[in-house]
């Protein structure tokens, strides 16, 4: 194959995206953009599959192209745009918005959000670095480059990050204690407190997470975000419902027999 590939089949489509199997044999390939082809969702499966506010890609096009659709409080017209982790999207004519975060099943949730909620949004930070010049910039998990925030950032770290100017308004160290949520790997979508985490150079890093009902996990430290400061304060940004705790089976099973009766 010479160049990018242009195609995605139906079948290698990341699963939570929930396509089925049938009813094409392709699937919307993501553009390129700020976040990963497997961890990123199209806009048309957004607003086609989990909003239903169209009924085809066609129909989506006339959505976007209309310029109804803001992602970070910017205007995409791209239908096959990669919205992923923490993005907002907005559409003014509804008054709604929407944050794209996981459920503890892994998949992107319909989680609407207040308006004032919509005005930030949550990056980690993955790089830190001197430029040129001497110029201090911090690279965060959504491809954004921003120059000159407060020397006490470190690499995962969180940036709460104002829309509307780009800046950073806050941040949250990364610490035992702290509020994460889980973003890759098996315990995807899981929320907790940060107990510990042991060094291997070399190798991946591992943190240890108890969640809320007190159950322990462990991931590698690349698949944590962290979300608050831990301790009685609230996380800085609204949680799915079940708020990343995960049930087994068994648990699922008798809250759907509960709430049936």
Not at 70 to 89: E, H, R, S, W
Not at 90 to 102: A, V
Not at 216 to 221: I, K, Q, V
């Amino acid at each position: 194959g010479r160049g990018p590939k242009k195609h995605l089949k139906r079948l290698n489509a990341p699963k939570h995206w929930m396509l089925d199997k049938l009813t094409g044999r392709y699937a919307p390939r993501p553009s390129a953009g700020p976040h990963k082809l497997r961890e990123s969702i199209p806009l048309v499966i957004f607003l086609r599959n989990r909003l239903r506010y169209a009924l085809t890609y066609n129909e989506v096009k006339m959505i976007l192209k209309d310029r109804q659709i803001l992602v970070d409080n910017k205007v995409k017209t791209d239908v096959t745009y990669p919205a992923g982790f923490q993005d907002v999207i907005s559409i003014p004519k509804t008054g709604e918005h929407f944050r794209l975060i996981f459920d503890v099943k892994g998949r992107y949730t319909v989680l609407r959000i207040k308006e004032s909620e919509a005005k930030f949004k949550l990056g980690k930070v993955k790089r830190q670095e001197l430029g040129h010049g001497g110029v201090p910039y911090i690279v965060t998990h959504d491809g954004r480059t921003i120059r000159y925030t407060d020397p006490h950032v470190r690499v995962n770290d969180t940036v709460k990050i104002n829309l509307e100017t780009g800046k950073v308004d806050a941040f949250i160290k990364f610490d035992t204690g702290v509020q994460v949520m889980v973003t890759g790997g098996r315990n995807m979508g899981r929320v907790g407190t940060l107990v510990s985490r042991d060094r291997h150079p070399g190798s991946f890093d591992i943190v240890h997470v108890k969640d809320r009902m007190g159950q322990e996990f462990a991931t590698r430290l690349q698949n944590v975000f962290v979300i608050g400061q831990g301790g009685t304060s609230k996380p800085w940004i609204t949680l799915p419902k079940g708020k990343g705790v995960k049930l087994s089976i068994a648990e699922e099973r008798d809250r759907r027999f509960k709430a049936k009766n």
